[in-house]
């Protein structure tokens, strides 16, 4: 029995996913929203998370570090996600993350989500044919996962101040990534990189 956690924050989406996978007599599924998923993954111990790459918390990132926790006595559970080729730099993230699964939630069947799941808890990878040109994008994106975090934030309104106390840097640190960011986009200023970086799919 493959012990699954499905990490999807709409839940009408979630439980009608669920409840088609509990179909699958090989495979024990446990759904939960992206805000409780970490506590989930500790009591049940899952040997894959599924999980969708759209977050709904305040500034819409996934913490799929959170999904790779190493505890002491047991490996990781791999990782699969829902994906689309629009959102390079969710692909990105995932690809950071270890991640070695990947679904397009666009286009592809359920059948092709469970065919996944098999494949990654072997520690196969898997990968959706659709999703090779938001691969291609993900790769030539000039910003850096943290480059995206800091824009990420800044996209949802928070201010020098609040990124740094999210991301744990200094405002100094915070004002050099910005920096950074205007100057790889071409744009003129933070609210110019914003608008290049969602016209991109990169957020």
Known sequence: MIRVLL???????????????????????FDTPWHTAPGRLRAVRPDVCAADLD?????????LGELSVR???????????MASANRPGLL??????GALGYVDKEGA????????IRRVAEGKRFVDDSLGFG?????????????LSVLS???????????????CLSHGTV??????????????????????????GWL
């Open 7 to 29: 990490v999807h924050d709409t839940c009408l989406v979630r439980s009608a996913l669920a409840e088609w996978l509990r179909r699958e007599p090989d495979l024990g599924v």
């Open 71 to 81: 505890e002491p006595d047991r490996s990781p559970p791999r990782l699969l996600v």
């Open 175 to 200: 004002r050099n990534y910005m920096a950074a960011i205007t100057r790889k986009t071409g744009a003129r200023n933070r609210i110019d990189a914003i608008r290049i970086s969602q016209g991109q």
């Open 55 to 63: 977050c709904s918390d305040a500034y819409g990132i996934p913490p």
């Open 153 to 167: 934030l800044a996209a949802e309104g928070a201010s020098i101040a609040e990124i740094a106390g999210s991301l």
């Open 135 to 147: 691969f291609l994008q993900a790769a030539e994106m000039p910003l850096t996962r943290r480059e």
């Open 109 to 116: 069947a359920p059948e092709r989500l469970a065919r996944g």
């Open 92 to 97: 990105k993230r995932a690809v950071e993350a």
